[in-house]
């Protein structure tokens, strides 16, 4: 297996097109830097591709476990690195802001790992149903397989949607099975086995227990806690062009549900009360931050007669 050069590498300037549109500060860390590690090593491999490609040989009989990590994040050619890249801007955008970047990269990790493991077992078992040896020869890299235990994932949590594989409408929980399907019709030279094991390693997780092996794995369940507190703690906030810092974007614990105007009469109505409290008490008692209710409603001729008075002494 040996990479394919032919002049300028378009996939590659295509997928630094598609990068800029969407735009670096809008690409999540671990999504951004997972993409980066692939063009690197795609421009500047650690070893040739038939060194850290994945096999049953290599993998388990010669027990060269490295390519285990190697294997996922190196490509073909450019439209290999291109297509999967891609795949992975998209998928990772969405997953990244929805999981968070702590719990995202922790999955990255495992997924990439644990999906060469699934893929020799795969590739065994094939060679013993079939009694082919060959298939413990077949040699994969890429990070497709990882990408369709993402597309897995990210169906578990963004459920109800559709897909339109090669003109077929099918729902998203079903898209997978038909494009595994599709992708090996259109290109015999995948590897159906690579793109399979994803698939049954993000079902392992959405709905097996690799999800509760990871969280034990993790410590306890710090890492997946604390990622679901931190999307919690952002997704309150909004960011306002020009301001340099988050203000909350939920207001009602702040203005107690009232509308604008009501806001404004009962901002008035404390602010007089604060001055008589301020002028006639010495209690030390701590007010609440926001908008408060007293006890006593002042009426109408009330207000109007301590706002002249406070009138009167500015």
């Not at 993000?202 to 369940?221: C, E, R, S, V």
Request: aromatic share 14%; hydrophobic share 40%.
């Amino acid at each position: 297996m040996q990479r394919r050069r032919r002049g300028v590498d378009v996939g590659l300037i295509l997928l630094f097109s598609q990068v800029f549109q969407v735009g670096l500060e809008n690409i999540p860390p671990v999504t951004l830097g997972t993409l980066a590690l692939n063009v690197f090593l795609f421009l500047k491999p650690l070893k040739p591709l038939l060194k850290v490609c994945i096999s049953v040989d290599q993998g388990y009989y010669q027990k060269d476990w490295q390519r285990l990590l190697l294997a996922p994040v190196h490509h073909a050619n450019d439209w290999h690195l291109y297509f999967n890249m891609v795949s992975l801007l998209w998928k990772g955008i969405k997953l990244e802001r929805k999981l968070g970047s702590v719990l995202f990269g922790y999955i990255i990790a495992v997924f990439s790992v644990l999906i060469g493991i699934v893929y020799m077992v795969l590739e065994f078992a094939l060679a013993g149903l079939l009694n082919d040896p060959s298939y413990k020869m077949n040699c994969a890299v890429g990070f497709s397989g990882v990408l369709f235990a993402l597309k897995v994932l990210n169906n578990h949590h963004h459920p109800g949607g559709t897909s339109n594989i090669m003109g077929i409408r099918v729902s998203s929980r079903y898209a997978c099975w038909l494009e595994l399907v599709a992708i090996h019709l259109c290109s015999p030279g995948t590897s159906f086995a690579g793109h399979l094991a994803g698939i049954l390693v993000g079902l392992m997780y959405t709905l097996g227990p690799l999800k509760m092996l990871m969280k034990a794995t993790a410590g306890g369940f710090s890492y997946f806690n604390d990622s679901v507190r931190q999307r919690d703690y952002y997704s309150g906030y909004s960011r306002h062009p020009g301001y340099p810092y988050n203000t909350p974007g939920d207001y009602d614990t702040y203005t107690g549900g009232l509308t604008e105007e009501e806001q404004f009469e009962r901002a008035l109505r404390n602010s007089l009360h604060d001055r008589d409290f301020s002028a006639g008490s010495h209690s030390n008692e701590r007010r609440p931050y926001g908008f408060w209710f007293p006890s006593e409603q002042l009426s109408e001729e009330e207000m109007r007669r301590q706002r002249l008075n406070r009138f009167e002494r500015w």
